[in-house]
Nanobody, 127 residues
Framework: QLVESGGGLVQPGGSLRLSCASS????????IGWFRQAPGKERERVSC????????YYADAVKGRFTISRDNAKNTVSLQMNSLKPEDTAVYSC??????????????????????WGQGTQVTVSS
């Protein structure tokens, strides 16, 4: 089961580090994606890291501000979020899949290939 942590309230320009952990399986065998959904909006993929070559992917809106990384010793995947903006406010969740294409397919198709999905953590960027 995937569990996210690290969300919270932060001022614009601030930083947060989200963590996705699993107690049931080894994350380094899976592509791991971070997704977010704001009220009234569709879920979007923020970032993803595959398990084949460690390739990373970022949505245009977060490029240069967010960094995804694995810590295999801790069995976690983190999302470092810097220079946060009010429009980053959303519920952030992580998903795991053995289908590497999860990192590039439409976010709406991801539920069809996700092996597990966390409950999410709230990120609020506000002054």
């Amino acid at each position: 089961q995937l569990v996210e942590s690290g969300g919270g309230l932060v001022q614009p320009g601030g930083s947060l580090r989200l963590s996705c952990a699993s107690s049931g399986f080894t994350l380094d065998s899976y592509a791991i994606g971070w997704f977010r959904q704001a009220p009234g909006k569709e879920r979007e993929r923020v970032s993803c890291i595959d398990s084949s070559y460690g390739h990373t992917y970022y949505a245009d809106a977060v490029k240069g501000r967010f960094t995804i990384s694995r810590d295999n010793a801790k069995n976690t995947v983190s999302l470092q979020m810097n220079s946060l903006k009010p429009e980053d406010t959303a519920v952030y969740s992580c998903a795991a899949s053995t289908v590497q294409a999860m990192c590039v397919m439409s976010a709406s198709q991801v539920p069809m290939v996700a092996d597990d999905w966390g409950q999410g953590t709230q990120v609020t960027v506000s002054s």
